[in-house]
C-alpha cells in the first residue's frame, strides 16, 4: 500500500508563489510514477503535472508550462510542484497521485490510471 500526504496549499495574490509537497510510504514500483492533478468546483479532475521518479521525465499540461515545475526528492520519498505566476485559474483542490511508471509515458492524464490518491490540499489565488 502506498500512502500519499499532501502539504503546502493557502491562499495567495494572482502573482505569488506556492509550493506544494507529497510525501510518500517506502518505495513502490506503483509509486515510479507521480502526479499532481486538479479540481475547481463544478468542473472535472485534470492533470496538472507528473513525473518519472527514477529518470526524472517530467510531464506538464499546457495550461502551466513555463509557471509550475515538479521535482522528486529520492532521500525524502516526497514530490513537489513549484508553482509561480499563479492566476485565479489555478484556485482548485490539488491531489498527488501515484502508479506504475507506464501511466506516466501514456501522457492521457486520465485519473482512472492512477492507483494510489492523497486526500489533497486547497490552492486559493486571488485577483
Known amino acids: 500500500q502506498v500512502q500519499l500526504v499532501e502539504s503546502g496549499g493557502g491562499s495567495v495574490q494572482a502573482g505569488g508563489s506556492l509550493r506544494l509537497s507529497c510525501g510518500a510510504s517506502?518505495?513502490?514500483?506503483?509509486?515510479?510514477?507521480m502526479g499532481w492533478f486538479r479540481q475547481a468546483p463544478g468542473k472535472e479532475r485534470e492533470g496538472v503535472a507528473s513525473?518519472?521518479?527514477?529518470?526524472?521525465?517530467?510531464y506538464y499540461s499546457d495550461s502551466v508550462k513555463g509557471r509550475f515545475s515538479i521535482s522528486y526528492d529520492h532521500a525524502k520519498n516526497t514530490v513537489y510542484l513549484q508553482m509561480n505566476s499563479l492566476t485565479p485559474e489555478d484556485t482548485a483542490m490539488y491531489y498527488c497521485?501515484?502508479?506504475?511508471?507506464?501511466?506516466?509515458?501514456?501522457?492521457?492524464?486520465?485519473?482512472?490510471?492512477?492507483?494510489?490518491w492523497g486526500q489533497g490540499t486547497q490552492v486559493n489565488v486571488s485577483s
Open positions: 497521485a501515484a502508479d506504475s511508471a507506464y501511466v506516466c509515458y501514456s501522457g492521457s492524464w486520465s485519473v482512472n490510471q492512477y492507483r494510489y
Open positions: 517506502s518505495y513502490s514500483h506503483y509509486r515510479d510514477c
Open positions: 513525473i518519472v521518479t527514477l529518470s526524472g521525465a517530467t
